[in-house]
């Protein structure tokens, strides 16, 4: 009989430990490292639950240039907000002994999800956007809407107008409200066109299952982040942005099967060998980036299980720092 201590960790406990502007660095090493060959991640495993308007994922992974072994089980119910007062995504880490296999931390994953797609949208902006890029539009007011708009302004200083489109007016307003003192213009747009025309950085994270943006109303040099896109039938741009873009995804098997590019590759519009790369190689050095001030480019977010690894163990080391948490004895 093994008896040994595992440290429980709740969100409050977590959101004191690491921030937004935190898990920036972590994201950005572990897409690096993973374009390098130095992680181990099966796609994550998806079960539908459309009686209940959700959906499961399981996300497995192992970070072997750190010794980071990590699982992270979601769960995403769009309606939760607003039908039952709980947020959409809801998520566990279990952080473990790489040699044993024994759970070092069991972990509320929930604001470690929200801060590590945060991240990737910066990381995305970092090196695929323009230099010079100042206006930012935000199509969504939901939570990643608020976490895009924090992350992209801890590395991009150049902001000077935001504009937020939303269904529920009320909350672009409320987003907006939480900006207005730290950007020069902020706007709550009335549509999805008045937002996007003519900003140099897109952001989209809603839980679209049909194109919400034109091309027509694109504009040459802009970068965009595809969020909401996270699951098979999803999408939310007009598969013609895709077509003239260079693409890069954060995963290329995963993106395929549930990014913003698996409708138009499923229906021939796009083919795999039009993704450009992963993020991790540009960061890497491996392929170019932008190449151009005038080229359309675009980030597939999926959303990775080393990202949350990596976030989680950080998470767990500072815990012990701090004496912060329960320890409980798992006894086999």
Request: proline letters at 5%.
């Amino acid at each position: 009989m093994i008896n040994r201590g595992t440290l429980l960790l709740t969100g409050r406990e977590i959101e004191r430990i690491i921030s937004i502007k935190e898990a920036i660095p972590l994201v950005e090493e572990v897409f690096k490292l993973k374009a390098l060959g130095k992680v181990r991640m099966p796609p994550k495993t998806y079960l539908d639950l459309p009686e209940y308007n959700g959906d499961l994922r399981v996300m497995p992974c192992y970070i072997q240039d750190k010794g980071i072994l990590a699982v992270k089980i979601v769960t995403v119910y769009p309606f939760n907000p607003s039908t039952r007062g709980l947020p959409t995504v809801l998520a566990t880490i279990t952080v473990l002994d790489r040699e044993t296999g024994w759970p070092l931390a069991i972990m509320d994953g929930t604001w470690i999800t929200f801060i590590r797609t945060s991240a990737a949208g910066a990381v995305a902006v970092r090196w695929l956007a323009p230099s010079d890029a100042h206006i930012l539009a935000i199509v969504g007011a939901g939570r990643q809407g608020y976490g895009q708009i924090e992350a992209i302004l801890q590395i991009s200083r150049e902001i000077e107008e935001l504009r937020i489109y939303d269904i529920r007016t009320e909350a672009s307003e409320a987003l907006a409200s939480k900006f207005r003192e730290r950007v020069t213009v902020v706007k709550s747009a009335q549509t999805v066109r008045e937002a996007v025309e003519g900003a140099d950085i897109i952001v989209t994270a809603t839980p679209s299952r049909r194109p919400i943006i034109d091309r027509l109303w694109v504009k040459h040099g802009v970068h965009i982040n595809c969020i909401g896109a996270d699951a098979p039938g999803k999408q939310e741009l007009d598969p013609a942005i895709l077509r003239d873009a260079r693409i890069f995804v954060d995963d290329l098997i995963q993106a395929i099967h549930s990014g913003e590019v698996n409708v138009p590759i499923a229906t021939g519009i796009l083919r795999r060998e039009d993704i450009a790369g992963e993020i991790g190689e540009v960061i890497a050095g491996i392929k170019p980036g932008r190449l151009s001030r005038d080229e359309l480019t675009v980030f597939v977010s999926t959303g990775l299980a080393i990202q949350d690894a990596i976030v989680a163990d950080y998470v767990y080391r500072k815990a012990l720092e701090r004496n912060v948490g329960m320890k409980i004895d798992l006894v086999l």
